[in-house]
């Protein structure tokens, strides 16, 4: 154990994270981005803007998409967190993975991840989506490379396939 | 300078009287933080002054919506997903369920709260003209007790509200009354989502029988607070809708706003465009009842 990890400062925070139960023992201010990324090795979330402009540190927690990097780690407490490795099933890339990558949706890969989960959570809620949900379900997630038509038809394209089912 | 999280203390108590006991007892020391969609950003850019936060994300006391035969009640920790999918708020309070789809994406909407948009009293709020020309009336609690006030009133000038440093806002109350009113409301900005309005406007008005009856204008992001735009009203109550009407509304809406020049916008372009959504309302106005 590190002599950071014993300092009396930090607090024991304990949540959920696809499926697993996580412990930490960090700052309660710290934000649940940094949380994933350094202790737990979830490097799948990315920072961005670090200001709740680009969606790119998109998880769901208890359901909802939220920026992660506004969210103070002890707001977490006792959450049922999704992250984008919580997607994946026994090494299979889920519905929306495999639609992403048939359709060219990511390239860079930055804000895929966010991307991606945001279109989690709007096919949780309309899973046949409009063109017009998605590009609003979308619309807190920027992407600098691929112009989003593809990243679009990958959502539609998820839908199809069913990926909310 | 980013912020190092081991200089900030946040505490979370499970109710809402631990946390006005805690505002009681230290006033002005402990910042409230909601869903941190304007806390978190300044303590990522090293900005927040305060050292200790009390998080009230959650609370069941400020997260209801009552009803009432008159009145609705929203609590001030409802967040924008939950004003946008509030069946009353969506069908007898349009503006506030537009303007709720309109602040940042779907992630802020989903942290972002009502209440938290008007402490943190920016000019440029989506939602805040809106509660201006509904009339809404704040409850604010403190360990002292609850005290109403007009929220018309509220804002004093850019950034000061009248809350006090061991009050937080309860729940925000909107009477039902505004069925026959027809409502508009116009975000210019770059793009609808995660990008802060240029001008933002919020209207209800009656019309009948070709003149206006009791007129609501109130716009954003051109005066160091929301703005009602009372002249203007006083100006066009009772008139007949013509195109002298619609050029006095106009001038008498930019003599009222007080714009800045900014990144997002000049001052010149937001007096231009306040004056022509005002009249771009009024022309809807009197469109609407040839419609009905």
Known sequence: MSASSQDPAKCEIAFTVNGQLATVRVHAMERLLDVLRHELGLTGTKEGCGEGECGSCSVLMDGLLVNSCLIPVLQASGANIVTIEGLACDGRLGVLQQAFLDCGGAQCGICTPGMILAAVHLLNKKPRPTLEDIREGLSGNLCRCTGYMQIIEAVAEAGRRGAAT | ?292
């Open chain 2, 1 to 292: 300078m980013r912020a190092h999280p081991s200089e900030y203390e946040i505490v979370s108590p499970h109710t809402l009287s631990a946390v006005l006991s805690l505002l009681a007892q230290e006033p002005g020391v402990w910042l409230p933080i909601a869903g941190g969609t304007d806390v978190m950003v300044q303590y990522a850019a090293g900005k927040l002054a305060a050292r200790k936060l009390v998080s009230i994300w959650n609370l069941p006391e400020l997260r209801r919506i009552e009803l009432s035969a008159d009145e609705i009640q929203i609590g001030a920790g409802c967040t924008y997903t939950d004003l946008s999918e509030h069946e009353i708020v969506n069908r007898e309070f349009t503006l506030l369920s537009r303007a709720a789809r309109w602040t940042g994406g779907i992630a802020n909407q989903n942290r972002g709260t009502i209440g938290g948009n008007i402490v943190n009293a920016s000019p440029a709020a989506d939602s805040l003209p809106a509660l201006l020309v509904y009339e809404a009336e704040l409850l604010l609690i403190s360990a002292r007790g609850e005290r109403r006030v007009p929220y018309t009133s509220f804002h004093i000038n850019y950034r000061e509200t009248q809350i006090a440093p061991d009050e937080l806002i309860r729940a925000i109350c909107l009477k039902r009354r505004f069925p026959e009113y027809y409502a508009h409301a116009r975000k210019v900005a770059a793009r609808n989502a995660q990008a802060i309005a240029k001008v933002c406007l919020a209207a209800l008005g009656r019309f009948a029988d070709g003149f206006v009856e009791d007129i609501r204008l109130a716009v954003g992001s051109v005066a160091p607070v929301p703005l009602r735009l009372t002249a203007t009203e006083r100006a066009v109550n009772g008139k007949r809708i013509d195109p002298q009407l619609l050029q006095l509304a106009r001038t008498t809406a930019a003599s009222e706003v007080r714009p800045i020049d900014d990144i997002r916008s000049s001052a010149r372009y937001r007096v231009a465009v306040a004056g022509n959504l005002v009249a771009e309302y009024l022309q809807q106005l009197s469109a609407s009842e040839m419609k009905t």
